[in-house]
């Protein structure tokens, strides 16, 4: 028992002593919990819409300003034109295309029962079913309170799944789960790998020799790059094997978009390596970030669930733009012009961290 009284006492003393490891341990998981109590959450508000009115009726406006009134749904845009809508839930700019027919309040009128078309994104997984369920309860409580006293709702809300009609779980989550993988790849490996250079001494005897610092953080960094490649071509292949998710768009497009991708996150592994001194650090630094970014991405809860200012915080993390890309091109068969605005984050992203990695790596290897 002595024994091991003072190797946990050592123990206790090195954690005291490490101030990175100590605000690991205690400050870490409380910003983990302010953060993503806020982000892991399935209520969703304002959801932007796409609205095609052709009836342009008293009682198809109230349908729409019911709907926007609700507090889940945002009217982000309206015309009498299915393209427009295809075109806003291909570019992912709205969640759901709400149609109403031509006939709409002549048929409420006359006949009782009037027909509405929802086409939901099924792209986003859960969001969409969620989504569905609010606006059919919006709907139904319309009917309703345009009559009482019928015994059902005299609203058919017909539902169309866009890109995933069965609003199958695994196509939705594959795709995201690569990202994941990509991820942990890219930025654990590489955290890992310099620092343990430091351990061992050798970064020390490698400054000293001819090799710059550009050719030693090339030389580190390549072979993981090419490996989170490689393990997206996996991914890709049992995706397709055993779950049989669907391709629909460009896989070059894609293996370019996570070209990028892991520039941001290799770079960001870079960036740890320079501010912690062993492994344990860099493993604990890269899970708090890494967990962070996952939650805050979309990829396990949608973004649209989250409060207001995690949306907005959320616009900074890597994670959810390189999964919103990988979804669209694999689920929607996006095109350059569909995920231009989150490449062109990516890419921004890549100059900016890899600048501030290179940077930090400079100062504390002098």
Known sequence: MRRIAFLAQAEILHIVRDRVLLAQVLVAPIIQ??????????????????????????????????????????????????????????????????????????????????????????????AAGIVQAYATQVLADYAQARSPTAPSPRIDVRVRGRYNPTLDYRDYMVPGILVALVTMVGTLLAAQNIAREKELGTLEQLNVTPITRGEFIVAKLLPFWVLGLLDLSLGLIVGRLVFDIPMRGSLLLLFGAAAVYLVVALAIGLWISALVETQQQAMFVTFFIVIIYLLMSGLFTPVDSMAPWAQVASQINPVRHFVTISRAVLMKGAGPAEIARPLLILAASAVVVLSVAVRQYRKRTV
Not at 64 to 82: E, N
């Open 33 to 126: 919990l302010l953060i993503l109590s806020n982000a892991a959450t399935f209520e969703i508000r304002d959801t932007p819409i796409y609205v095609v009115d052709f009836d342009r009726t008293t009682a198809s406006r109230a349908v729409v300003d019911r709907l926007g009134a609700s507090g889940h749904f945002t009217v982000a845009g309206a015309a009498p034109s299915l393209d427009r809508a295809d075109e806003a839930l291909l570019a992912g700019t709205v969640t759901m295309a709400v149609v109403i027919p031509h006939d709409f309040e002549e048929s409420l009128v006359k006949v009782g029962v009037a027909s509405v078309e929802l086409s939901v994104n099924g792209e986003k997984g859960s």
